[in-house]
Structures are given as C-alpha cells and as structure tokens.
C-alpha cells in the first residue's frame, strides 16, 4: 500500500508539473500563430494542429488525478448521506468498476493506436505527422487514470492506511 | 438491448458512480450489442469528440478566470464597483452582482465568480448586517449569469454540436444575461431595502478615481474579449489564448500575480477541464448511439405528427430543461439533449438556433441552483462553512427570478437574436 | 451477426404441410455515413444510390446517416477501415491521408475529359494503385466513377478578381487540403469550419472564400461576398464510395456486382441531372438576385484564366505529386497529357 501510495504521489507531482508545462507551450504556440497571421500574414496549418495536439495531451494525460481525489462529475444525492453496509458495497462496487471500465479503456484505445499505426494515417498538414502518436494521448491517460483507480481499490482493503491523500 | 443500455447508463448513474463511468459502461453495450460496431469504436469516438479546434477554448477561458481570480485583480474590480455604488441602500447586493457579471465576461465557467467574487464581497457584506443565507443564495445565484455572458462554455459545447457560429452565440447570450443580471439587481434591491440590510457612507469622487485607475486593468479585459469578437479581429478560441495571456501580463505588471501563481492556476485548470472532458467524450457515445438508433428522427416524425403550437412546444421543451436541471449539469444539458432535440427544436419548429442555445444556457444557469444536484450550492456551501439548508433557503428567491427570466427568453425570441443580427 | 443454426435433422415422416417456409435470403444491412447535410450533391448521390440498391433487391437495407452525425468528417475514413460503419461516401481526397494517390482527386485542371481520365482509372498502375493503396489500409473503393465540369469561383467582398496579381494578400477561407490553392494565388488562406465561414465573412475575418458556386448560393454567402468571379471550366474526377474491405469481401459475388452497378448508376445520374440540374439553379439564383448588386460573373479574360488554372494545378502537384509512386506518375503524365 505504502509503495503505491508513493508511486501515486511521484505520479501526481509528474502529471501536475509535466501538463502544466505543456499547457503553456500549447499557449505559446497558439499565441505565436495569431500574431503571426495578424502581423505578418503567416497562417501555418501545422501550428494550429500542434496547438491541438499539446493542449489535449496536457488534459488527456491529467484526467486520471480526479480518481485520487474523487472529484469526478456524478450525481450522488441518493446515496451521499448513506452509511453502514449499504454504503460499504456501494464504495466497492464503485471502485471496482471504475478499475475495470478503465482497465477496458486502456485496451481499446491502444487497439486504436495500433489500428491507426496499421493503417499509416498522417495528418492533413504540411507537416504530416503520424496521427497514432496523437492518438497515444489516450491510452497514456488511461493508464494513470487505472493507476488511480487501483490506489483507491486498495484503499478498500487498508482502510486506515496512512498517508493518503485526504478527500476533497 | 437499447432499454438495456440505458437501464445501465441511469441505473449506475443514480448510484452515485462517476458519470463517465456509467457512460463508457453503458456506451459499450450499446455500441458492440445494439449498434454492432467493434468494441474500439468506443475509444474511437471519444478520441475524435475532442480533436476540434473549437473546443479549445473551453481550458483558456477557465484559466483566463482563473489567473483574474487568483490576482488580486478581482479584488480590484469589486472596490471599484463598490466605491461607486456601495452607498444606496442594498448597495452591496448589487455590487455583488456587477462584480460576478463583469467577472463573467472574463471567463467561460459560471462557477470561477463564486469563489473569485464571493470570498471578497461576502464578508464584506456580513460585516454590514446582511443576512448570511441572503448573501450565500445571491453568490449561488448570480455567479452562474456568467454562462450566458459571453465567454461561455455551454455556448461552446452547442456551437460545437450543432456547426453553429461560436461568436454569435456569445452575443446571443449577452442581452438575456445583463437583463437577468438587472432582474436579479432588482429583487436583491428590494429585499435589502425592506430589511434595512448594509448601509455605508458613500465614497469621494477621488477615492471612485482611485480605484477606478487599479481596477482599469481588470475593466479593459471584458472589452478586449467581447470587442475582439464582436468585430471578428479573432475567433473565439484565439480570444481565450489572447484573455489568457492578458490575465496573466496584467497579474504580473500590478504584481498581484506570481509566477508560481500562474502555474498553480495552469494546474487546476487542468485538473477542472480533465474532468470536463472525460465526460464530455464518454457522453459523446450516448449522443452517438442516439443517432445510430434514429432516435432525433423519431422525435422529428412525431413532433411533425403532432402538430402542436409553437407555444406550447417552448412551454414543453422549457419544462423538460428545467426537470433535467434539477438532477444534472452544463455537460448532461447539452451533450445529452442537444443532439436529440436540434432537429426537432430548430428544423421542425423553426426556433432560431440562437434562441434554443439560449434557453439551453438558462437552463444551465438555473440548474447551477436547484437541489438535489446544483454545482454552486455545494460550492458555496463548501467555501463559506455553511449548511447546505441555508444556502438552499437563500437561493429561493432567485432561484424565482432565474426562473422568471428563462420564461422571458424563451417567449421573446429578440433577445437572442437582435444582438447577433447586427453583427451582420 | 447470428449464428449460423446448425442444419436440422431431416424429417423423417414430416407431412408437408407443416413444412416450415423456405427461410429467406439473409438480408445484409449498410450503414452508409457522409458528411455533408441533406440536399447537398453528394447528399443526393448517397440518398439516390441508397433508392437504386433497395429498388433492386431486398435483400439489402441501407441506413443513410448524413451531416457527419456518427463521426466527425475528418474521423470518417478511420470509422470504415475499422468496420464501425459499412459504407462512406465522400470525394476521394477524404483519404489522402492513408492513400496518398487519392490526391490526384483535386488536381484542378489536371484532366480535360471522361476520355482522358477513364483508361487511368483502369490501368493498373493509375486507378489500380490508388485501388491498392486503399486496400492496404483496409477499404475498398466501389468503381463508379465519373469526371464532372463543375466550375470553382472566387467570392470576394470588396472587388471583382479577374487576375491572379488581384488575389494578393487577401485572407482566404480553405479547407486544409485546398490550401494549395490559396497559395498558388497568394492568398492567404485560413482554415476555418463551413460554420463559422459566414460570420468569418462578415466580420472581415477573411475576405472570401475558395469555393464552389452552389455553396456561396446554398450557405447565404452572397449576402456579404456579392462579388464572384468566375474560373473555368475545370474537371474533377471522383471516387464517391467506398466500403470496409473485410465487409466487402465478405459478401456474395452478386451483391458486389449490384451495388457496384449501383453506384455507377448513382454517380451517373448525379453528373447528368443533379450537379447539372444544381449549378444552373445556383447560377440563376446568383445572377437574378444580385443583378442590380455586384455579382459578376465570366468576367475573366480567357488568358488570364488559362494562367490561374496552370497557377492552380502547379501549387497542387508540387504539394502532392511528391508522394505518389513513380509508375503512378508516368501514367497520370501518359493519360493526361500533364508534365508532372
Ligand atoms: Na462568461
Ligand atoms: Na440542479
């Protein structure tokens, strides 16, 4: 639990600083290509791809701190002032399939990838990069995205394990 | 299997499991079951509901508000507003909810003002008297006008589903958000007045010129953003880019935004738009396989069948909005629903798209403040320490005028089409 | 799909009355998905070839999904090769970028006529490498084929166009893979959605738009571009269907050759009524509603239309003839008569 605990805290200060960064050279970029069009005429298609790109990648790969804190969106008026055993198979449940939905996104966006690698699809622009790497946003983010679920599956078992991030 | 698929989809979603869990769960069965498409198809879907260069300017604009709130920017702005108007009775209510609309103009979300906004002015007001659950309710409320005040998320998320321009749908939005904001100022006046809540001696000209000067750089941000738009200097998603960078210049030459500052705003944003993504592309599988099952084209044939009224067919379709209102948010209203009902609302009925995003926007607002699932209540609730009760109880009455409003601007079709008409 | 039910023993003493009704033909369903929006030219193309197939057999159902309603336009191509949807019909540059030969599809100007273009189309190493190519990323491009004279116009808000040099510096709405175009006439061309091109033009955003003229008519761009000048006339030929390989492959010889037959019939009476029926209609609309206003059209000097179309064709070889296979090359350069 402690080991994960770790890896899940070096994880979240990896994607916290890594998708910052790229958010703000996803901003540079998009800015450089406006004041290129507007003060000097210049459009670059690719730009704007990039643009694209880095900016979803900053979000794809972040999607999964939202598992450790618990702060997904859902709609839980009907069990939030629950308590005792329904709520206790409630939590495992929850966890539990939000592993396995995951775990299943991982698989079927690597197929994805793999399916657009096979097929050799390049992007439209005068820089025409593969569209797989592009693609690989997402399983990467799925990957995290299972990591924190499985922190919180093992939550279930080691309840008052120490060192958890504390919920919002 | 269709029933199926959605007994899943609801069924999980009443559980409380994260929506897009429920979604991609549900999604699945219905896309390898009912639609008989292969299982990578749903990852294929969710990839491509978000490659779209519109869509961007959903992460600047919420970084836009937040580098405002996290500078002592905000906090310029509300001295300002409260130097000039602070004094008449009920003044600070008012103040209150200038500061969220002007805040508004600066960001796409309608709950950045809450936190941005509220955290200056609340106990400002408290101090003078006003009522804790008044105060609570009208933060809830009018933080939210800041959807329909252009930049606006939900305006976004419906020009990218139904191909419609971003900018004039920014405009749509502009006149039903100021005069809901009026109404709002209206009802706040007079229950502060009967109470006799918060009277302070009023302010010198030269203290309005003062703050006046250290709120400027915060005042010429609404401008730049709808000016640029508004003339069509830049597209939406470049204005976001431009609102962002001017946040962020603007925080560091008043000093009241650190470089470290930045980065954390950079990192909650995100952490918020991770979130509102993951579902946006999950529900994007829902819309999808509504499409598939020609669900849209149903409701056309018999909507086409029924031969009602136009009036009577707003009156359903706001009734429809407000229920959904009550049990979800920006995100449900307008990946869910859009899809389905464009058709029906726009081609069968001949409402002005523009005027159907925004009686969608106002059903996003209101929904912000109704119980059980209303994302400002909570937040409000959370920030100030309050029982979730009291700032129910607070939101009441204008919860009643958000309502009176979305009546106005689903019957008076100009209100959202006047302004972008003129762009022409 | 269903399992195929294992054979039933025979009946031994079965009377023939309570023989159960010979089981019908398996029925085959197509899920046939195109981006553009209902009463568009390639909208009617799919619808037509929809009626044709279902006229014919009833062995097979087509559900047509039209305006990109299942999958974003550029998401189109991967959703076939994957086999989410069975069929798609586009103009071929949808799929330049897994076939890169399908570019020849936009080479304005590169072919003059059907005669030209046809015995390409069926040597094996013009038609049959764009073919392989296809394949090899999993579709399977139906054969119909036809070349149609469409002409391409320029609108412009401020002024008439009639020269190359009168194009300078303006800011131009382009799709992406049309920005050679743009920059054979130095425009500056942007890329911005159908959607936001009215506004885009309104605003002074850009200046006009690269385009066709049933689309200024169609999508209201004449209000704020009266001004259109006209180039021409140019052939485009295009592949307008095409279908999952596996799927294809899968189907019995005579379903393949009746939607083949199909969508030659479709394509055919898309060219000759259709597109025909809608240029003329777009023309007529153009000319009488902007007599008065500022509407031009032929305006250009036969000369300096002769230089945009060599302007044009260059910028779009130079970009995309780099990628296509060397014998691909020859044999455009031997049926066209173009010096690639
Ligand atoms: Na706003
Ligand atoms: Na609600």
């Known amino acids: 639990m402690r080991i994960i605990t770790k890896l899940g805290n070096f994880g979240e200060k990896f994607l916290d600083n890594f998708c910052t960064i790229l958010l703000f050279i996803a901003l540079l970029l998009g800015l450089e290509q406006i004041f290129s069009r507007y003060f000097f005429g210049i459009t670059q298609n690719w730009a704007e791809e990039l643009f694209i790109y880095i900016t979803l990648y900053a979000i794809y790969l972040i999607m999964g701190l939202a598992t450790r804190y618990n702060e997904h969106i859902?709609?839980?008026?009907?069990?939030?002032?629950?308590?005792?055993?329904?709520?206790?198979?409630?939590?495992?449940?929850?966890?539990?399939?939000?592993?396995?939905?995951?775990?299943?996104?991982?698989?079927?966006?690597?197929?994805?990838?793999?399916?657009?690698?096979?097929?050799?699809?390049?992007?439209?622009?005068?820089?025409?990069?593969?569209?797989?790497?592009?693609?690989?946003?997402?399983?990467?983010?799925?990957?995290?995205?299972?990591?924190?679920?499985?922190?919180?599956?093992?939550?279930?078992?080691?309840?008052?394990?120490?060192?958890?991030?504390?919920?919002k | 299997m269709l029933v199926l698929g959605l007994v899943i989809i609801f069924g999980l979603l009443f559980l409380g499991v994260p929506l897009f869990v429920c979604f991609v769960t549900g999604g699945s069965v219905l896309n390898t079951l009912y639609a008989g498409a292969p299982l990578a198809n749903v990852a294929h879907m969710m990839f491509s509901a978000l490659d779209s260069y519109v869509?961007?300017?959903?992460?600047?604009?919420?970084?836009?508000?937040?580098?405002?709130?996290?500078?002592?920017?905000?906090?310029?702005?509300?001295?300002?507003?409260?130097?000039?108007?602070?004094?008449?009775?009920?003044?600070?209510?008012?103040?209150?909810?200038?500061?969220?609309?002007?805040?508004?103009?600066?960001?796409?979300?309608?709950?950045?003002?809450?936190?941005?906004?509220?955290?200056?002015?609340?106990?400002?007001m408290l101090e003078?008297?006003?009522?804790?659950?008044?105060?609570?309710?009208?933060?809830?409320?009018?933080?939210?006008?800041?959807?329909?005040?252009p930049p606006s998320i939900p305006m976004i998320l419906f020009g990218s589903l139904t191909e419609t321009p971003i900018a004039d749908l920014f405009m749509a939005g502009l006149i039903p958000g100021i005069m809901i904001g009026v109404m709002l100022m209206i009802a706040s006046g007079i229950i502060c007045w009967r109470n006799k809540w918060g009277i302070h001696p009023s302010a010198s000209w030269g203290e309005r010129g003062r703050s006046f000067v250290k709120a400027l750089p915060i005042l010429f941000m609404p401008v730049l953003i709808l000016g640029g738009i508004y003339t069509g200097t830049f597209t939406p998603t470049e204005a976001s880019l431009i609102a962002t960078l001017y946040a962020a210049v603007a925080g560091l030459a008043t000093r009241t935004l650190s470089p470290k500052a930045i980065m954390e705003g950079g990192k909650d944003t995100l952490r918020t738009?991770?979130?509102?993504?993951?579902?946006?592309?999950?529900?994007?599988?829902?819309?999808?396989?509504?499409?598939?099952?020609?669900?849209?084209h149903m409701l056309t044939s018999l909507v086409v069948g029924l031969d009602v009224s136009l009036p009577i067919f707003l009156l359903v379709i706001m009734v429809f909005y407000i229920l959904i209102g009550f049990f979800a948010e920006v995100i449900i209203i307008t990946y869910v629903t859009v899809p389905i009902l464009f058709g029906v609302v726009c081609t069968v009925m001949g409402v002005h798209p523009y005027q159907y995003a925004v009686i969608m926007t106002t059903?996003?607002?209101?929904?912000?403040?109704?119980?059980?699932?209303?994302?400002?209540?909570?937040?409000?609730?959370?920030?100030?320490?309050?029982?979730?009760?009291?700032?129910?109880?607070?939101?009441?009455?204008?919860?009643?005028?958000?309502?009176?409003?979305?009546?106005?601007?689903?019957?008076?079709?100009?209100?959202?089409?006047?302004?972008?008409?003129?762009?022409? | 799909k269903e399992p195929v039910a294992p054979p039933e023993k025979p009946p031994v003493e079965k009377p023939p009355a309570e023989k159960p009704p010979e089981k019908p033909a398996e029925v085959y369903k197509i899920k046939l998905i195109y981006s553009y929006h209902p009463g568009d030219v390639r909208a009617n193309l799919a619808e037509k070839f929809k009626e044709l197939v279902e006229k014919k057999t009833d062995q097979i159902k087509i559900d047509t999904y039209p305006s990109s309603q299942l999958y974003p336009q550029k998401e189109e191509p991967h959703a076939v090769a994957s086999g989410a949807v069975e069929m798609h019909s586009f103009a071929s540059y949808a799929y330049m970028g897994v076939a890169p030969a399908c570019s020849i599809g936009?080479?304005?100007?590169?072919?003059?006529?059907?005669?030209?273009?046809?015995?390409?189309?069926?040597?094996?190493?013009?038609?049959?490498?764009?073919?392989?190519?296809?394949?090899?990323?999993?579709?399977?491009?139906?054969?119909?084929?036809?070349?149609?004279?469409?002409?391409?116009?320029?609108?412009?808000?401020?002024?008439?166009?009639?020269?190359?040099?009168s194009h300078d510096g303006l800011k131009f709405r382009c799709p992406p893979a049309l920005e050679p175009w743009g920059r054979a006439l130095?425009?500056?061309?942007?890329?911005?959605?159908?959607?936001?091109?009215?506004?885009?033009?309104?605003?002074?955003?850009?200046?006009?738009?690269?385009?066709?003229?049933?689309?200024?008519?169609?999508?209201?761009?004449?209000?704020?571009?009266?001004?259109t000048t006209r180039y021409g006339p140019l052939w485009v030929w295009s592949v307008d269907l095409f279908a999952n390989l596996k799927w294809w492959d899968s189907l019995p010889d005579d379903m393949r050759n009746l939607l083949e037959e199909c969508a030659q019939e479709a394509r055919e009476w898309s060219d000759r009524e259709d597109l025909a029926n809608m240029d003329a209609e777009a023309t007529e609309f153009?000319?009488?509603?902007?007599?008065?206003?500022?509407?031009?059209?032929?305006?250009?000097?036969?000369?300096?239309?002769?230089?945009?179309?060599?302007?044009?064709?260059?910028?779009?070889?130079?970009?995309?003839?780099?990628?296509?296979?060397?014998?691909f090359k020859a044999a455009a350069e031997k049926y066209s008569g173009f010096k690639i």
């Not at chain 1, 946003?137 to 958890?164: A, D, H, N, Q």
């Not at chain 2, 738009?273 to 592309?281: A, E, K, P, R």
């Not at chain 3, 296809?134 to 166009?161: F, V």
Request: hydrophobic share 50%.
């Open chain 3, 186 to 227: 130095h425009t500056d061309p942007v890329s911005i959605s159908i959607a936001e091109a009215f506004t885009a033009m309104q605003t002074g955003m850009v200046d006009g738009t690269h385009t066709g003229n049933i689309a200024i008519y169609s999508q209201n761009w004449w209000q704020v571009c009266p001004y």
């Open chain 3, 286 to 327: 153009l000319q009488e509603k902007l007599a008065e206003n500022y509407l031009l059209l032929d305006v250009v000097d036969p000369k300096e239309n002769q230089l945009w179309m060599d302007a044009v064709a260059e910028e779009f070889l130079k970009t995309y003839s780099p990628k296509w296979p060397a014998e």
């Open chain 2, 363 to 424: 059903a996003v607002v209101l929904a912000a403040t109704t119980p059980p699932v209303g994302v400002n209540l909570y937040l409000t609730s959370g920030l100030f320490k309050a029982p979730l009760e009291d700032v129910i109880k607070g939101v009441i009455p204008f919860m009643i005028v958000l309502l009176i409003g979305m009546i106005i601007c689903t019957y008076v079709p100009a209100l959202s089409t006047w302004l972008p008409s003129l762009m022409r």
């Open chain 1, 74 to 167: 859902k709609i839980d008026f009907l069990v939030r002032n629950r308590s005792g055993s329904f709520k206790k198979i409630l939590d495992w449940f929850t966890e539990w399939l939000g592993l396995a939905a995951s775990i299943f996104l991982v698989i079927i966006s690597i197929k994805v990838v793999l399916f657009s690698y096979g097929m050799g699809e390049v992007s439209y622009s005068d820089l025409p990069y593969p569209i797989w790497v592009v693609k690989l946003s997402f399983p990467i983010g799925f990957v995290f995205l299972s990591f924190y679920y499985l922190e919180r599956v093992c939550r279930l078992f080691f309840p008052k394990s120490e060192e958890m991030p504390e919920e």
């Open chain 2, 128 to 149: 003078l008297g006003y009522d804790k659950k008044f105060c609570l309710g009208l933060i809830a409320a009018s933080a939210q006008l800041g959807v329909l005040i």
């Open chain 2, 273 to 296: 738009t991770g979130m509102i993504f993951l579902l946006v592309c999950s529900v994007i599988i829902f819309g999808r396989i509504m499409s598939y099952a020609r669900i849209p």
């Open chain 2, 55 to 124: 869509l961007m300017a959903v992460p600047f604009f919420i970084l836009a508000g937040m580098l405002m709130g996290k500078g002592g920017l905000s906090r310029s702005l509300v001295d300002f507003i409260d130097s000039l108007i602070g004094h008449v009775p009920g003044g600070l209510g008012i103040v209150l909810i200038v500061s969220t609309m002007l805040f508004g103009a600066m960001t796409g979300s309608g709950t950045a003002a809450v936190a941005a906004i509220g955290i200056i002015i609340v106990p400002r």
């Open chain 3, 106 to 165: 936009i080479i304005f100007g590169m072919w003059k006529s059907m005669d030209q273009w046809l015995p390409f189309w069926n040597d094996p190493n013009g038609g049959g490498i764009i073919k392989k190519q296809l394949n090899e990323a999993g579709i399977h491009a139906l054969d119909a084929t036809c070349s149609s004279q469409i002409y391409i116009a320029d609108t412009n808000a401020r002024r008439p166009l009639p020269t190359i040099p």
